[in-house]
Each structure stands twice: as C-alpha cells, then as structure tokens.
C-alpha cells in the first residue's frame, strides 16, 4: 500500500505539477539562480536559475515515457518470439532460444550506446535500442509458460479444431501468461529507467532543453558540494520510484506463487478424492 501510494503520489505530481506551478520549466529566475528551497521555489533552483520542481517533474515525464515505451517494445518482441518457440517445439525451438542466448551473450548498455554514437542523440532511437534489448527475458519466460501449456486440453482440442500456431497463440496462449507478463513488466519498468539515467548521465541520452532524472542527477553531481539540493530531490524521486516499483513486481509475484500453488494443492485434493472413490 505505502509503494502504491508513493508511486500515485509522484505519477500525479508528473502529471500536474509543472501545470500548478507559476514556473517554466525552462524559465530563468536572474535573481534566484542556484537558490535554495524556498516558499518560491519548492526544489531550489539549478545554476541558471530555473525552477528545479518543475524540471525534476518534467524529468519524470521523460523518464516514465522512456520506460513505458521501451517495455512495450521488449513486450510486442519478446511475447510472440517466446510463444511461438514453446508451441513450435523441436528445432525450430531450439534455433530461436540460441538466437535469444546469442543476444544475451553481448553486452546491451553498450550496444544501446554504440547506437545512439553512430546515429546520433536521437529519444526515439533510444526507446526502441532500451526496448530491443530487453525483450530477452520475456521471451524466456513466456516460452516456459508455453511449454507447460503446449499438451493441455484446450490445446490440443484447438490444434484438432485446425487453427494455425498464430491464432492458438494469440487466441489461447497469450492469454493464459498474461500474470506472469505482468509481474515482468512491473520489474522491467525500473530497469529501464536506470538503464535511461545511467545513458543521460554519460551525457549520450536525452539532451537540453528536455530533461530526465538521468540527466538532473548528472547535473546535480556537478554542484553536489555547493548546492546538494539539485542531487538530493530528483536523485531521491529516482530512488522512491524504483523502490515502489520493485516491491510492487515482488507483491504480484508473491500473489501470483500462492494462487499457483493454491491451484495445485486444489487439482491434487481432487485427484485423491477420485483416486479413494475408485
């Protein structure tokens, strides 16, 4: 509840903050430049003088279309891919897992940032190279639920019914991995939200006039001694997020476990009690 809360609380924040406050973001205060929090300015201000609250909240913007966007992309990739791979079976399984173990092997920070050097700064490119590289794991976990699904009944009866091996996974598989997708994306989200911070914070990510919490915390490093309050406030929104994040993905998949298990345990007290019937 207190990480559903805390992660509302700064969604909204994002979303109306710099709509409430009589500040722009790329507004210059030339009397309040590298001020600290006052009643004018709730963050401070950076070193040219604009309002820090609303840069950290447009920051935040940034950084969650950043990783919406990104998890989209690893999820249109890596759901299909894994699906198709645990229905298929035989080699043909086993040449797509060593295509997605090939990737693995390479290292995807880089690769992202060998992307943005030889094509330039570009957001757009850098969603879709965040997006590429983390449809990996999707992938493995959806092709697992795929093979524990592959002989159930209703499988079976749809393959007999004559449906091609797309419509028996968008029809019947997808839907039945849905939760455990789900628990992924909630622990993908922050992942890619560092992996955008540690980008920006290289200076190879997104550039002025936008910002993000990657490239306020870089800022922020810069003046941490003069004025910390510039590292503090969005390097602590950074920080409360993934923490919210990462228990939020935790609790589903604690949930998740025990409705697995309570499923089980039902299906096993069923066969027992046809088993002493007989």
């Known amino acids: 509840m207190v990480a559903s809360q805390l992660l509302a609380a700064i969604v909204i924040a994002a979303v109306a903050g710099p709509e409430l406050s009589p500040w722009d973001g790329e507004e210059m205060d030339w009397e309040a430049m590298e001020a600290p929090p006052s009643s004018a300015h709730w963050f401070g201000t950076d070193v040219v003088g604009r309002d820090l609250f609303v840069r950290t909240m447009e920051g935040a913007r940034v950084s969650f279309t950043v990783a919406m966007i990104a998890v989209t992309v690893s999820l249109v990739i890596g759901i299909p891919w894994g699906a198709a791979a645990g229905l298929i079976g035989g080699r043909t399984d086993q040449l797509m897992m060593r295509i997605v173990d090939g990737i693995y092997c390479l290292p995807g920070i880089l690769i992202v940032i060998l992307l943005v050097v030889m094509f330039g700064r570009n957001q757009y490119l850098l969603f879709g190279a965040l997006g590429a590289i983390s449809w990996l794991t999707i992938a493995r976990i959806v092709r697992g639920q795929t093979l524990r699904l592959r002989n159930a009944a209703f499988i079976e009866a749809a393959r007999a019914m004559g449906l091609s091996t797309a ?14 997708v789900v628990v992924y994306t909630t622990l993908a989200i922050p992942g890619v939200i560092l992996a955008e911070s540690f980008i920006s914070f290289l200076g190879l ?17 810069q003046t941490m001694e ?49 088993d002493m019937r007989a």
Request: with cysteine; charged share 15%.
């Open 226 to 274: 003069s004025s910390p309050w510039l590292l503090i406030f969005p390097g602590t929104c950074l920080g409360i997020t993934i923490w919210c994040l990462n228990t939020l993905g935790d609790r589903l998949r604690d949930h998740l476990d025990n409705r697995t298990r309570g499923s089980s345990a039902i299906v096993t007290s069923t066969s027992s009690l046809d």
């Open 167 to 180: 419509s028996i996974v968008r029809k019947h598989v997808i839907p039945n991995v849905i939760g455990p």
């Open 205 to 221: 990510g997104i550039q002025e006039p936008d910002t993000s919490w990657g490239v306020l915390v870089s800022d922020g490093t």
